[in-house]
């Protein structure tokens, strides 16, 4: 079955650093990646997605590159800010039924 | 566009009563909804697929009969707890499909005494 592995947090961060949070996925067929973000309180906004291998999606001053040769979705921003702390989800669609299989989820806090 | 919203937001309950939460697109039509649950700190964990006319769709382990679906028109659907209890405390999360995207409400916390 499809499955994605996040890296474990929190992760604590400087503003102004540079943050990678990484994502790797099981998958049959080719699947589409995405990546979630949860700020406090609240539900899940969309930061950006890749449907096809090579793709690089990118939002907000993040980036993540679909892998397929490392099964990887890696997401990364150059200069982080405070308003970037949230919960970071990975995820993956698989089929045609629009369900999305989810990591553990990776807490970032930035501090100024 | 591609706005949902969830009502009510927070919800405290006594044991034993029953919880509706809605889930509502605002701008556009969804047969396809999904339910979710997260626990703190944890990732979310889908419940169910409500489609619109039909019967919801649940996922292994998740008591049908404990957490009723309803998605009655294409911008509602609805999740009851039925007889809640405290391990039902939990934060409740819907989304709505558009466009082969889903797009999620801003969660219900839902809190049984």
């Known amino acids: 079955g499809n499955s994605v592995t996040q890296m474990e947090g929190p992760v604590t961060l400087s503003e102004e650093a540079f943050l990678t949070i990484n994502c790797t996925y099981t998958?049959?067929?080719?699947?589409?990646l995405f990546w979630y973000v949860q700020y406090p309180g609240e539900g899940l906004q969309l930061l950006l997605k890749?449907?096809?291998?090579?793709d690089k999606g990118s939002n907000k001053g993040f980036e993540a590159t679909y892998r397929k040769e490392t099964t990887s979705f890696h997401l990364e921003k150059g200069s982080v800010q405070v308003s970037d702390s949230a919960v970071y989800f990975c995820?993956?669609?698989?089929?045609?039924?629009?369900?999305?299989?989810f990591g553990a989820g990776t807490t970032v806090t930035v501090r100024a | 566009g591609a706005v949902v919203s969830q009502h009510p937001s927070r919800v405290i309950c006594k044991s034993g009563t029953s919880v509706k939460i809605e889930c509502r697109s605002l701008?556009?039509?969804?047969?396809?909804m999904f339910w979710y649950r997260q626990f703190p700190k944890q990732s979310l964990m889908l419940m169910a697929t409500?489609?619109?006319?039909?019967?919801?769709?649940?996922e292994q382990g998740v008591e049908k009969d404990k957490f009723l679906i309803n998605h009655a028109s294409l911008t509602l659907s609805t999740l009851t707890v039925t007889s809640a209890h405290p391990e039902d405390s939990s934060f409740y999360i819907c989304?709505?499909?558009?466009?082969?995207?889903?797009?999620f409400g801003p969660g219900t916390r839902l809190t049984v005494l």
């Open positions: 701008d556009f039509q969804a047969t396809t």
């Open positions: 890749a449907t096809k291998a090579d």
């Open positions: 409500s489609n619109e006319g039909s019967k919801a769709t649940y």
């Open positions: 995820a993956l669609r698989g089929g045609s039924d629009y369900k999305l299989s």
């Open positions: 998958a049959t067929g080719y699947p589409s």
């Open positions: 989304s709505a499909v558009q466009h082969n995207e889903q797009f």
